[in-house]
Protein backbone atom coordinates (compact mmCIF):
# COMPACT_ATOMS: atom_id res chain seq x y z
CA UNK A 1 0.00 0.00 0.00
CA UNK A 2 1.64 3.05 -0.93
CA UNK A 3 -0.01 5.36 2.06
CA UNK A 4 2.06 3.55 4.31
CA UNK A 5 1.13 3.31 8.59
CA UNK A 6 3.13 5.63 10.92
CA UNK A 7 1.67 5.02 14.71
CA UNK A 8 -1.20 7.10 14.46
CA UNK A 9 -1.29 8.52 11.02
CA UNK A 10 -1.00 7.27 7.38
CA UNK A 11 1.46 8.90 5.20
CA UNK A 12 2.55 9.49 1.36
CA UNK A 13 4.81 11.12 -0.50
CA UNK A 14 1.95 13.02 -2.50
CA UNK A 15 -1.76 13.31 -1.66
CA UNK A 16 -3.52 14.00 -4.32
CA UNK A 17 -7.46 14.85 -3.66
CA UNK A 18 -9.58 13.79 -7.16
CA UNK A 19 -9.79 11.55 -10.11
CA UNK A 20 -10.67 13.84 -13.13
CA UNK A 21 -7.98 14.32 -15.65
CA UNK A 22 -6.08 17.46 -13.72
CA UNK A 23 -6.00 14.69 -10.89
CA UNK A 24 -4.82 11.35 -12.98
CA UNK A 25 -2.55 13.75 -14.33
CA UNK A 26 -0.87 15.41 -11.50
CA UNK A 27 -0.92 11.70 -9.70
CA UNK A 28 0.84 10.27 -12.56
CA UNK A 29 3.70 12.81 -13.05
CA UNK A 30 4.40 12.63 -9.39
CA UNK A 31 4.69 8.72 -9.40
CA UNK A 32 6.99 9.14 -12.53
CA UNK A 33 9.05 11.42 -10.70
CA UNK A 34 9.96 9.00 -7.93
CA UNK A 35 7.07 9.93 -5.22
CA UNK A 36 4.95 7.65 -3.10
CA UNK A 37 0.71 8.71 -4.57
CA UNK A 38 -2.02 8.44 -2.58
CA UNK A 39 -5.05 9.29 -4.40
CA UNK A 40 -8.33 9.59 -2.56
CA UNK A 41 -11.65 9.97 -4.26
CA UNK A 42 -15.42 9.97 -3.73
CA UNK A 43 -16.32 8.61 -7.23
CA UNK A 44 -16.88 4.92 -7.28
CA UNK A 45 -17.26 5.06 -11.39
CA UNK A 46 -16.20 7.08 -14.10
CA UNK A 47 -19.04 8.82 -14.57
CA UNK A 48 -18.78 10.63 -11.06
CA UNK A 49 -16.03 12.64 -12.66
CA UNK A 50 -16.43 15.62 -14.24
CA UNK A 51 -13.92 15.12 -16.98
CA UNK A 52 -16.20 12.01 -17.85
CA UNK A 53 -19.06 14.30 -18.55
CA UNK A 54 -16.83 16.50 -21.08
CA UNK A 55 -17.86 15.79 -24.43
CA UNK A 56 -16.53 18.60 -27.26
CA UNK A 57 -12.82 17.78 -26.85
CA UNK A 58 -9.04 19.31 -25.93
CA UNK A 59 -7.95 21.81 -28.09
CA UNK A 60 -4.51 21.79 -29.51
CA UNK A 61 -2.44 24.47 -31.39
CA UNK A 62 -1.96 23.07 -34.21
CA UNK A 63 0.91 24.22 -34.70
CA UNK A 64 -0.10 27.77 -34.27
CA UNK A 65 -0.10 29.03 -30.64
CA UNK A 66 -0.04 32.23 -31.18
CA UNK A 67 -3.63 32.08 -32.66
CA UNK A 68 -4.80 29.62 -29.82
CA UNK A 69 -3.94 32.42 -27.50
CA UNK A 70 -5.67 34.81 -29.15
CA UNK A 71 -9.45 33.05 -29.13
CA UNK A 72 -8.15 32.43 -25.55
CA UNK A 73 -8.06 35.86 -24.67
CA UNK A 74 -10.83 37.18 -26.63
CA UNK A 75 -13.06 34.76 -25.37
CA UNK A 76 -12.53 36.10 -22.14
CA UNK A 77 -12.97 39.38 -22.50
CA UNK A 78 -9.63 40.46 -22.66
CA UNK A 79 -8.91 39.50 -18.80
CA UNK A 80 -7.17 36.20 -18.93
CA UNK A 81 -3.42 36.03 -17.43
CA UNK A 82 -1.25 36.07 -20.57
CA UNK A 83 1.46 34.98 -18.80
CA UNK A 84 -0.90 31.72 -18.13
CA UNK A 85 -2.40 31.45 -21.42
CA UNK A 86 1.43 31.51 -22.88
CA UNK A 87 2.12 28.40 -20.21
CA UNK A 88 -0.99 26.74 -21.46
CA UNK A 89 -0.21 27.05 -25.44
CA UNK A 90 3.19 26.36 -24.91
CA UNK A 91 2.96 23.20 -22.99
CA UNK A 92 -0.34 21.63 -24.92
CA UNK A 93 0.74 19.93 -27.81
CA UNK A 94 3.88 18.18 -25.62
CA UNK A 95 1.25 17.33 -22.91
CA UNK A 96 -1.10 15.79 -25.58
CA UNK A 97 1.54 13.57 -27.34
CA UNK A 98 2.81 12.41 -23.59
CA UNK A 99 -0.28 11.36 -22.02
CA UNK A 100 -2.91 11.36 -24.17
CA UNK A 101 -1.20 9.37 -27.30
CA UNK A 102 2.12 7.69 -26.63
CA UNK A 103 0.76 6.86 -22.56
CA UNK A 104 -2.47 6.11 -22.96
CA UNK A 105 -3.09 5.72 -26.88
CA UNK A 106 -6.29 7.11 -26.66
CA UNK A 107 -7.89 6.85 -30.57
CA UNK A 108 -9.16 10.24 -31.58
CA UNK A 109 -11.66 10.24 -34.30
CA UNK A 110 -9.60 9.96 -37.69
CA UNK A 111 -10.66 11.17 -41.57
CA UNK A 112 -10.66 8.29 -44.35
CA UNK A 113 -7.49 9.55 -45.17
CA UNK A 114 -6.23 8.42 -41.27
CA UNK A 115 -5.65 12.31 -40.34
CA UNK A 116 -7.06 13.51 -37.62
CA UNK A 117 -10.12 14.69 -37.47
CA UNK A 118 -10.07 18.48 -35.85
CA UNK A 119 -13.02 20.01 -35.08
CA UNK A 120 -14.29 23.44 -33.97
CA UNK A 121 -16.40 25.48 -31.78
CA UNK A 122 -17.54 28.28 -30.24
CA UNK A 123 -15.00 31.34 -30.24
CA UNK A 124 -12.00 29.35 -32.22
CA UNK A 125 -10.66 30.92 -35.30
CA UNK A 126 -9.25 27.49 -36.54
CA UNK A 127 -10.15 23.36 -36.20
CA UNK A 128 -7.96 22.35 -33.96
CA UNK A 129 -9.87 20.30 -30.78
CA UNK A 130 -9.31 16.27 -30.62
CA UNK A 131 -12.51 14.67 -30.33
CA UNK A 132 -13.74 11.23 -30.27
CA UNK A 133 -16.84 11.26 -31.42
CA UNK A 134 -19.04 13.79 -28.73
CA UNK A 135 -17.87 12.01 -25.28
CA UNK A 136 -14.20 12.97 -25.37
CA UNK A 137 -13.95 12.77 -21.61
CA UNK A 138 -15.01 9.43 -21.10
CA UNK A 139 -12.66 8.08 -23.86
CA UNK A 140 -9.82 9.97 -22.15
CA UNK A 141 -10.91 9.77 -18.26
CA UNK A 142 -11.37 5.46 -18.33
CA UNK A 143 -7.97 4.32 -19.84
CA UNK A 144 -6.59 6.88 -17.34
CA UNK A 145 -8.40 5.47 -14.31
CA UNK A 146 -7.21 2.24 -15.36
CA UNK A 147 -3.63 3.43 -16.35
CA UNK A 148 -3.24 5.00 -12.63
CA UNK A 149 -4.65 2.21 -10.86
CA UNK A 150 -2.65 -0.33 -12.15
CA UNK A 151 1.03 1.66 -11.31
CA UNK A 152 2.77 0.43 -8.95
CA UNK A 153 3.63 3.90 -7.15
CA UNK A 154 -0.14 5.06 -7.01
CA UNK A 155 -2.42 3.34 -4.57
CA UNK A 156 -6.03 4.61 -5.48
CA UNK A 157 -8.94 4.89 -2.97
CA UNK A 158 -12.29 5.50 -4.56
CA UNK A 159 -15.44 6.09 -2.38
CA UNK A 160 -13.61 8.04 0.16
CA UNK A 161 -13.94 12.09 0.44
CA UNK A 162 -11.54 14.63 2.33
CA UNK A 163 -13.19 16.35 4.81
CA UNK A 164 -10.52 18.90 6.03
CA UNK A 165 -7.23 20.04 5.26
CA UNK A 166 -4.42 19.14 8.19
CA UNK A 167 -2.35 22.45 8.90
CA UNK A 168 -0.22 23.55 10.84
CA UNK A 169 1.49 27.22 11.25
CA UNK A 170 0.60 28.32 7.50
CA UNK A 171 1.53 24.69 5.77
CA UNK A 172 -0.72 21.75 4.52
CA UNK A 173 -0.05 18.72 6.07
CA UNK A 174 -2.45 16.49 4.56
CA UNK A 175 -6.26 15.64 5.02
CA UNK A 176 -8.75 14.12 6.90
CA UNK A 177 -10.82 11.72 5.30
CA UNK A 178 -13.96 9.75 6.02
CA UNK A 179 -12.68 6.44 5.93
CA UNK A 180 -13.76 6.36 9.79
CA UNK A 181 -16.33 7.80 12.11
CA UNK A 182 -14.44 10.42 13.74
CA UNK A 183 -11.91 10.96 10.42
CA UNK A 184 -8.71 9.64 9.40
CA UNK A 185 -5.66 11.55 9.17
CA UNK A 186 -3.27 11.02 6.41
CA UNK A 187 0.03 12.93 6.10
CA UNK A 188 1.53 14.15 2.73
CA UNK A 189 5.00 16.03 2.33
CA UNK A 190 2.49 17.77 -0.39
CA UNK A 191 -1.53 17.78 -0.93
CA UNK A 192 -3.13 18.43 -4.61
CA UNK A 193 -6.17 19.29 -4.57
CA UNK A 194 -7.76 18.41 -7.88
CA UNK A 195 -11.85 18.12 -6.93
CA UNK A 196 -13.60 19.58 -9.41
CA UNK A 197 -16.13 22.37 -9.89
CA UNK A 198 -19.26 23.23 -8.50
CA UNK A 199 -22.52 21.98 -10.65
CA UNK A 200 -24.18 20.75 -7.34
CA UNK A 201 -25.01 24.35 -6.02
CA UNK A 202 -27.40 24.70 -8.77
CA UNK A 203 -30.71 22.53 -9.78
CA UNK A 204 -29.52 22.96 -13.91
CA UNK A 205 -26.26 21.38 -14.15
CA UNK A 206 -23.71 19.77 -17.09
CA UNK A 207 -21.78 18.43 -13.78
CA UNK A 208 -21.93 15.55 -11.42
CA UNK A 209 -24.17 15.23 -8.63
CA UNK A 210 -21.32 15.61 -6.10
CA UNK A 211 -19.67 18.86 -7.40
CA UNK A 212 -20.00 20.31 -4.10
CA UNK A 213 -16.89 23.07 -4.12
CA UNK A 214 -15.49 20.65 -1.90
CA UNK A 215 -11.78 21.43 -2.34
CA UNK A 216 -12.29 25.65 -3.02
CA UNK A 217 -14.40 25.22 0.36
CA UNK A 218 -11.52 23.11 2.55
CA UNK A 219 -8.92 25.86 0.73
CA UNK A 220 -10.15 28.72 1.55
CA UNK A 221 -11.23 27.92 5.18
CA UNK A 222 -7.46 26.81 5.84
CA UNK A 223 -6.77 30.42 4.46
CA UNK A 224 -5.60 29.78 1.39
CA UNK A 225 -5.97 32.80 -1.52
CA UNK A 226 -9.34 32.57 -3.88
CA UNK A 227 -10.24 34.49 -6.94
CA UNK A 228 -12.43 34.95 -9.88
CA UNK A 229 -15.51 33.21 -7.90
CA UNK A 230 -17.99 35.54 -9.65
CA UNK A 231 -17.03 34.00 -13.21
CA UNK A 232 -19.52 30.73 -13.35
CA UNK A 233 -20.02 29.95 -16.99
CA UNK A 234 -23.20 28.99 -18.05
CA UNK A 235 -23.51 26.98 -21.25
CA UNK A 236 -26.12 27.94 -23.89
CA UNK A 237 -26.66 24.41 -25.32
CA UNK A 238 -28.32 22.31 -22.55
CA UNK A 239 -31.02 19.79 -23.33
CA UNK A 240 -34.35 21.48 -22.28
CA UNK A 241 -36.31 19.12 -20.31
CA UNK A 242 -38.74 21.05 -18.06
CA UNK A 243 -41.38 19.95 -19.78
CA UNK A 244 -43.03 16.87 -20.49
CA UNK A 245 -41.17 15.94 -24.09
CA UNK A 246 -41.67 12.18 -25.40
CA UNK A 247 -42.33 8.48 -24.58
CA UNK A 248 -39.56 8.38 -21.59
CA UNK A 249 -41.10 11.35 -20.20
CA UNK A 250 -44.59 10.36 -20.47
CA UNK A 251 -43.44 6.88 -18.47
CA UNK A 252 -41.86 8.80 -16.28
CA UNK A 253 -38.23 8.14 -16.87
CA UNK A 254 -37.03 11.47 -16.93
CA UNK A 255 -36.49 13.58 -14.42
CA UNK A 256 -38.39 17.54 -14.30
CA UNK A 257 -34.88 18.95 -14.48
CA UNK A 258 -33.15 16.05 -16.82
CA UNK A 259 -30.30 17.70 -18.54
CA UNK A 260 -27.50 17.09 -20.88
CA UNK A 261 -24.93 19.05 -22.67
CA UNK A 262 -25.35 19.53 -26.42
CA UNK A 263 -21.47 20.15 -27.39
CA UNK A 264 -20.65 22.94 -29.27
CA UNK A 265 -19.02 20.90 -31.65
CA UNK A 266 -22.56 20.44 -32.81
CA UNK A 267 -22.48 24.03 -33.60
CA UNK A 268 -19.13 23.69 -34.92
CA UNK A 269 -20.12 21.64 -37.72
CA UNK A 270 -23.06 23.78 -38.95
CA UNK A 271 -26.26 23.25 -36.20
CA UNK A 272 -28.11 26.34 -35.67
CA UNK A 273 -29.97 28.01 -33.10
CA UNK A 274 -33.68 29.15 -33.25
CA UNK A 275 -36.20 30.47 -31.34
CA UNK A 276 -39.99 29.75 -31.29
CA UNK A 277 -40.41 31.63 -33.99
CA UNK A 278 -38.57 29.57 -36.22
CA UNK A 279 -35.14 31.99 -36.84
CA UNK A 280 -31.94 31.98 -37.02
CA UNK A 281 -31.13 34.77 -34.27
CA UNK A 282 -27.16 34.99 -32.97
CA UNK A 283 -26.45 37.12 -36.36
CA UNK A 284 -28.22 40.16 -34.30
CA UNK A 285 -26.32 39.72 -31.01
CA UNK A 286 -22.36 39.01 -32.58
CA UNK A 287 -20.53 39.30 -35.16
CA UNK A 288 -19.34 35.39 -34.81
CA UNK A 289 -23.31 34.53 -35.17
CA UNK A 290 -23.52 31.16 -33.82
CA UNK A 291 -20.08 30.79 -32.99
CA UNK A 292 -19.94 33.35 -30.17
CA UNK A 293 -18.64 33.01 -27.03
CA UNK A 294 -20.49 31.19 -24.64
CA UNK A 295 -21.25 34.12 -22.25
CA UNK A 296 -23.11 36.06 -25.59
CA UNK A 297 -25.17 32.80 -26.82
CA UNK A 298 -26.12 31.84 -23.26
CA UNK A 299 -27.82 34.92 -22.59
CA UNK A 300 -29.20 35.58 -26.22
CA UNK A 301 -30.77 32.16 -25.61
CA UNK A 302 -32.04 32.96 -22.50
CA UNK A 303 -33.75 36.19 -24.03
CA UNK A 304 -35.20 34.57 -26.60
CA UNK A 305 -36.81 31.76 -24.67
CA UNK A 306 -38.11 34.52 -22.79
CA UNK A 307 -39.43 36.51 -25.71
CA UNK A 308 -40.19 33.80 -27.75
CA UNK A 309 -40.89 30.80 -25.57
CA UNK A 310 -38.07 28.43 -26.54
CA UNK A 311 -35.08 27.84 -28.29
CA UNK A 312 -34.12 25.05 -30.10
CA UNK A 313 -30.94 23.43 -31.90
CA UNK A 314 -31.54 22.55 -35.32
CA UNK A 315 -29.02 19.72 -36.50
CA UNK A 316 -30.75 19.53 -39.69
CA UNK A 317 -28.30 22.24 -41.10
CA UNK A 318 -25.15 19.74 -40.02
CA UNK A 319 -22.30 18.92 -42.40
CA UNK A 320 -22.91 15.36 -41.68
CA UNK A 321 -25.94 13.23 -40.12
CA UNK A 322 -26.60 13.67 -36.81
CA UNK A 323 -27.05 10.13 -35.68
CA UNK A 324 -24.26 9.17 -37.77
CA UNK A 325 -21.44 11.99 -36.49
CA UNK A 326 -22.94 12.05 -32.77
CA UNK A 327 -24.01 8.62 -31.90
CA UNK A 328 -24.42 9.00 -28.59
CA UNK A 329 -26.08 12.58 -28.27
CA UNK A 330 -28.35 10.82 -30.81
CA UNK A 331 -29.07 8.53 -28.13
CA UNK A 332 -29.83 10.47 -24.99
CA UNK A 333 -32.42 12.11 -27.53
CA UNK A 334 -34.32 9.41 -28.77
CA UNK A 335 -34.13 7.85 -25.22
CA UNK A 336 -35.50 11.15 -24.36
CA UNK A 337 -38.48 10.84 -27.76
CA UNK A 338 -37.14 13.40 -29.43
CA UNK A 339 -36.91 11.79 -33.09
CA UNK A 340 -36.65 15.05 -35.24
CA UNK A 341 -33.52 17.72 -36.15
CA UNK A 342 -35.17 20.48 -33.44
CA UNK A 343 -33.86 19.44 -29.75
CA UNK A 344 -34.71 22.20 -26.82
CA UNK A 345 -32.14 23.83 -25.30
CA UNK A 346 -31.75 25.95 -22.33
CA UNK A 347 -28.58 27.54 -20.38
CA UNK A 348 -27.34 25.37 -17.87
CA UNK A 349 -24.40 26.05 -15.35
CA UNK A 350 -21.30 24.15 -16.80
CA UNK A 351 -18.14 25.61 -15.55
CA UNK A 352 -16.73 27.89 -12.64
CA UNK A 353 -13.33 29.84 -14.31
CA UNK A 354 -12.25 30.93 -10.51
CA UNK A 355 -11.04 28.98 -7.90
CA UNK A 356 -8.18 28.53 -5.57
CA UNK A 357 -5.59 30.89 -6.81
CA UNK A 358 -2.10 29.20 -8.17
CA UNK A 359 0.74 29.91 -10.39
CA UNK A 360 2.34 28.61 -12.82
CA UNK A 361 2.64 25.10 -11.19
CA UNK A 362 -0.39 25.16 -9.40
CA UNK A 363 0.82 26.22 -5.88
CA UNK A 364 -2.01 27.91 -3.79
CA UNK A 365 -1.02 30.65 -1.19
CA UNK A 366 -0.66 28.03 1.24
CA UNK A 367 3.03 25.73 1.84
CA UNK A 368 2.97 22.64 0.77
CA UNK A 369 -0.94 22.65 -1.05
CA UNK A 370 -1.31 22.84 -4.74
CA UNK A 371 -4.66 22.87 -6.66
CA UNK A 372 -5.29 21.86 -10.45
CA UNK A 373 -8.10 21.48 -12.57
CA UNK A 374 -11.59 23.39 -12.43
CA UNK A 375 -11.11 24.31 -8.77
CA UNK A 376 -8.01 25.76 -9.47
CA UNK A 377 -8.01 29.84 -10.83
CA UNK A 378 -4.80 29.72 -12.93
CA UNK A 379 -5.83 32.92 -14.70
CA UNK A 380 -6.41 31.13 -18.10
CA UNK A 381 -9.57 31.96 -18.47
CA UNK A 382 -10.37 34.93 -17.11
CA UNK A 383 -13.98 35.67 -17.38
CA UNK A 384 -15.31 33.74 -19.57
CA UNK A 385 -13.75 29.92 -20.84
CA UNK A 386 -12.65 28.91 -24.24
CA UNK A 387 -14.48 26.05 -25.51
CA UNK A 388 -12.62 22.67 -25.26
CA UNK A 389 -9.83 24.46 -23.07
CA UNK A 390 -10.60 22.42 -19.55
CA UNK A 391 -9.00 19.07 -20.33
CA UNK A 392 -6.21 20.89 -21.85
CA UNK A 393 -5.78 22.84 -18.62
CA UNK A 394 -6.00 20.02 -16.20
CA UNK A 395 -3.75 18.47 -18.02
CA UNK A 396 -0.83 20.98 -18.01
CA UNK A 397 -1.29 21.97 -15.07
CA UNK A 398 -1.76 18.54 -12.94
CA UNK A 399 1.44 17.36 -14.86
CA UNK A 400 3.35 20.14 -13.65
CA UNK A 401 2.16 20.08 -9.71
CA UNK A 402 2.67 16.75 -9.94
CA UNK A 403 6.49 17.79 -10.64
CA UNK A 404 6.69 20.54 -8.82
CA UNK A 405 5.07 18.68 -5.82
CA UNK A 406 6.86 15.48 -6.35
CA UNK A 407 10.46 17.57 -6.96
CA UNK A 408 9.95 19.65 -2.96
CA UNK A 409 11.07 15.77 -1.71
CA UNK A 410 9.35 16.74 1.12
CA UNK A 411 8.98 14.38 4.26
CA UNK A 412 5.31 14.14 5.84
CA UNK A 413 5.87 15.86 9.12
CA UNK A 414 4.10 14.51 13.13
CA UNK A 415 1.60 17.14 13.36
CA UNK A 416 -2.04 17.13 14.87
CA UNK A 417 -5.31 16.66 12.99
CA UNK A 418 -8.34 18.51 13.29
CA UNK A 419 -10.72 16.83 16.36
CA UNK A 420 -13.56 15.90 14.65
CA UNK A 421 -16.00 14.83 16.64
CA UNK A 422 -19.37 11.72 15.90
CA UNK A 423 -20.80 11.97 19.37
CA UNK A 424 -24.36 12.86 18.55
CA UNK A 425 -27.41 11.26 16.99
CA UNK A 426 -27.87 11.08 12.84
CA UNK A 427 -29.02 13.66 11.01
CA UNK A 428 -32.62 15.11 10.75
CA UNK A 429 -33.94 12.97 8.29
CA UNK A 430 -33.46 14.64 4.90
CA UNK A 431 -31.91 17.56 6.56
CA UNK A 432 -28.99 17.61 3.76
CA UNK A 433 -31.17 17.10 1.27
CA UNK A 434 -33.77 19.79 1.97
CA UNK A 435 -30.86 22.41 2.45
CA UNK A 436 -29.08 21.62 -0.37
CA UNK A 437 -32.55 22.50 -2.65
CA UNK A 438 -32.60 25.76 -0.60
CA UNK A 439 -28.91 26.43 -1.97
CA UNK A 440 -29.35 25.81 -4.95
CA UNK A 441 -32.66 27.49 -5.38
CA UNK A 442 -30.97 30.83 -4.05
CA UNK A 443 -28.17 30.39 -6.93
CA UNK A 444 -30.48 30.01 -9.29
CA UNK A 445 -32.48 32.72 -8.50
CA UNK A 446 -29.84 35.55 -7.24
CA UNK A 447 -26.74 34.20 -9.22
CA UNK A 448 -27.37 32.71 -12.35
CA UNK A 449 -26.90 34.04 -15.58
CA UNK A 450 -27.68 37.54 -14.84
CA UNK A 451 -27.09 39.48 -11.09
CA UNK A 452 -28.64 42.58 -9.60
CA UNK A 453 -26.85 44.26 -6.84
CA UNK A 454 -29.48 43.80 -4.31
CA UNK A 455 -30.22 40.44 -5.20
CA UNK A 456 -26.34 39.36 -4.56
CA UNK A 457 -26.90 40.55 -0.83
CA UNK A 458 -30.17 38.88 -0.54
CA UNK A 459 -28.28 35.99 -1.58
CA UNK A 460 -25.65 36.41 0.89
CA UNK A 461 -27.98 36.76 3.31
CA UNK A 462 -29.98 33.63 2.90
CA UNK A 463 -26.78 31.83 2.57
CA UNK A 464 -25.41 32.96 5.77
CA UNK A 465 -28.14 31.71 7.88
CA UNK A 466 -27.50 28.38 6.15
CA UNK A 467 -24.18 28.05 6.58
CA UNK A 468 -24.70 28.69 10.52
CA UNK A 469 -27.16 26.42 10.43
CA UNK A 470 -24.85 23.68 8.93
CA UNK A 471 -21.75 24.39 11.09
CA UNK A 472 -24.61 24.01 14.07
CA UNK A 473 -24.85 20.08 12.52
CA UNK A 474 -21.25 19.85 12.05
CA UNK A 475 -19.39 20.21 14.87
CA UNK A 476 -20.18 16.74 16.37
CA UNK A 477 -21.36 14.52 13.18
CA UNK A 478 -18.56 13.49 10.20
CA UNK A 479 -21.23 12.38 7.87
CA UNK A 480 -20.18 13.12 4.41
CA UNK A 481 -23.71 14.91 2.60
CA UNK A 482 -23.47 17.23 5.69
CA UNK A 483 -19.77 18.29 5.18
CA UNK A 484 -20.79 18.18 1.19
CA UNK A 485 -23.20 20.87 2.14
CA UNK A 486 -20.73 22.75 4.58
CA UNK A 487 -18.48 22.88 1.54
CA UNK A 488 -21.31 23.82 -1.24
CA UNK A 489 -22.47 27.00 1.28
CA UNK A 490 -18.91 27.97 1.91
CA UNK A 491 -18.24 27.99 -1.78
CA UNK A 492 -21.50 29.73 -2.61
CA UNK A 493 -20.67 32.91 0.16
CA UNK A 494 -17.95 33.12 -1.66
CA UNK A 495 -19.46 33.55 -5.42
CA UNK A 496 -21.80 35.96 -3.41
CA UNK A 497 -19.08 37.70 -2.30
CA UNK A 498 -17.01 38.15 -5.72
CA UNK A 499 -19.93 39.04 -7.39
CA UNK A 500 -20.77 41.61 -4.45
CA UNK A 501 -17.39 42.88 -5.10
CA UNK A 502 -17.34 43.18 -8.77
CA UNK A 503 -19.92 46.06 -10.16
CA UNK A 504 -19.12 45.75 -13.43
CA UNK A 505 -20.56 43.06 -16.25
CA UNK A 506 -17.77 41.48 -17.79
CA UNK A 507 -17.55 38.05 -19.55
CA UNK A 508 -20.41 35.59 -17.50
CA UNK A 509 -20.57 37.94 -14.62
CA UNK A 510 -23.42 39.90 -16.26
CA UNK A 511 -24.50 43.30 -14.06
CA UNK A 512 -28.06 43.75 -15.20
CA UNK A 513 -27.81 46.83 -14.34
CA UNK A 514 -24.37 48.13 -15.54
CA UNK A 515 -24.24 46.68 -18.84
CA UNK A 516 -24.28 48.88 -21.71
CA UNK A 517 -27.47 46.97 -23.39
CA UNK A 518 -30.48 44.92 -21.83
CA UNK A 519 -30.16 41.20 -22.14
CA UNK A 520 -33.25 41.81 -24.42
CA UNK A 521 -31.09 44.44 -26.74
CA UNK A 522 -28.99 42.75 -29.09
CA UNK A 523 -25.32 43.88 -29.87
CA UNK A 524 -25.19 45.26 -33.48
CA UNK A 525 -22.46 43.46 -35.56
CA UNK A 526 -18.98 44.79 -36.05
CA UNK A 527 -18.53 46.04 -39.58
CA UNK A 528 -16.11 43.69 -40.27
Not at 24 to 39: D, K, T
Not at 423 to 430: A, I, T, V
Request: a negative charge; charged letters at 30%; glycine letters at 8%.
Amino acid sequence: MTATHNHDHEIADVLVVGSGIAGCAAALQAAREGAEVCLLTKATKPADASTDWAQGGISTTRGDPESLEEDIIAASDGTADPDAVDVLVENADDAVEDVLLETLEIEFDETDEGEFDYTREAAHSNYRILHVDAATGTHILRPFLNHIDSHDRIEVRQDTAALELITHEGRVHGVVSDEDPTGNPILAGTTILATGGIGALYTRSTNPDDATGDGIAMAALAGADVADLEYVQFHPTAYDGSEARGASERSGEVAEQDTFLLSEALRGEGAVLRNGDGERFMDDYHPQGDLAPRDVVARAVETERETTGEVVLDVSTLEGAFAEEYPAIAEKCRDRGIEGDEIPVAPCEHFLCGGIDVDDRGQTSLDRLYAVGECARTGVHGANRLASTSLLEGLVWGLRAGEDAAGLDADPEPVEAPDLRDSDPDLPERFAAEKSIRLKRTMDEYLGLERDPDEIARASAVLRRLKGEVDAYIRTRTARDLYELRNASVTALLIARAASENPESTGCHYVANDANETPGEPEQPADD
